[in-house]
């Protein structure tokens, strides 16, 4: 169990994110429910998952997905928890995966689109994927080149077996070090690629993942329709490093 004051302190940090997110959603003239906040656990162990859960946060977001193994061995969570796949993922980590039922986010290369729809199959669980670009254009950073997109939506869209995968959008992070306008930038566009990317492929692409604890209210000005947010939940919470 986590300490009272810990929950408690938890609980308000889950309440402050929504006010702040629902403040960027209205301020951008968009309905409340178009944005989710997906809690970003990768800081925290199982148990101080399961508080943010008991918080309220029942979307959550983890990197690793040995990491969301071990958490759902340690604990159990409540079944209307919804997972997302965040960071890179190796093929060989899907298997064990998939019976999460995850969104994965973080689709880097058609080798790995192609698993996941080879995996999706075996096992007869219907993925919803999002493509990440590396919008940035930073060497360092992962994800597909925005031109590398459209042949892989392209090839899915014709593909007659997809094993129910379906992409549903992009995935973006602000290079390191932005300043808030570059970001900003970054995420408009990210977006218009996307509405680029509908209209070439008829795909349909309704989501946006991008936006973290430091420029969620840049990327919903932008249209993002799911938001990564880690730090900001945890705050008082963490070691200072
Ligand atoms: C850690 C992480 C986040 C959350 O970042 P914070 O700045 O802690 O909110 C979001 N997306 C990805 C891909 C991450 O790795």
Redesign the pocket.
């Not at 990564?228 to 945890?234: A, C, D, V």
């Given at each position: 169990m986590i300490e009272p004051n810990s929950q408690a302190r938890l609980a308000e940090n889950w309440q402050a994110v929504q006010r702040d997110v629902h403040a960027a959603t209205t301020a951008a003239h968009r309905p409340l429910d178009s944005v989710t906040i997906?809690g970003?656990t990768?800081?925290v162990d199982a148990e101080m998952t399961l508080a943010l859960v008991n918080a309220g946060c029942h979307v959550l977001?983890e990197?690793r997905p040995q990491v969301l193994w071990k958490k759902n061995e340690e604990v159990v969570f409540p079944d209307d928890v919804r997972w997302h796949l965040?960071?890179h993922l190796q093929r060989n980590k899907l298997r064990r995966s998939l019976p999460f039922h995850p969104m994965i986010?973080?689709v880097d290369s058609p080798r790995l689109l192609t698993a996941i729809v080879e995996e999706a199959t075996a096992q007869q669980i219907p993925t919803k994927v999002l493509l990440e670009v590396n919008i940035s254009g930073e060497e360092a950073k992962t994800g597909l080149l925005p031109q590398d997109l459209r042949p892989m939506i392209e090839s899915h869209l014709k593909s007659t077996d997809t094993g129910g995968v379906e992409i549903v959008g992009l995935?973006a992070?602000a290079g390191w070090g932005t300043d808030a306008d570059a970001a900003r930038q970054q995420f408009a566009a990210t977006r218009e690629l996307r509405d680029e990317l509908a209209q070439q492929t008829g795909a349909t692409l309704p989501e946006l993942?991008m936006?973290?604890?430091?420029?969620?209210a840049a990327a919903i000005a932008e249209g993002a329709t799911m938001v990564?947010?880690?730090?900001?939940?945890?705050e008082g919470l963490l070691p200072k490093h």
């Open positions: 997906i970003v990768k800081y977001g990197n965040i960071g986010h973080s995935m992070m993942s936006g973290m604890s430091g420029d969620f990564r947010i880690g730090s900001r939940l945890f």
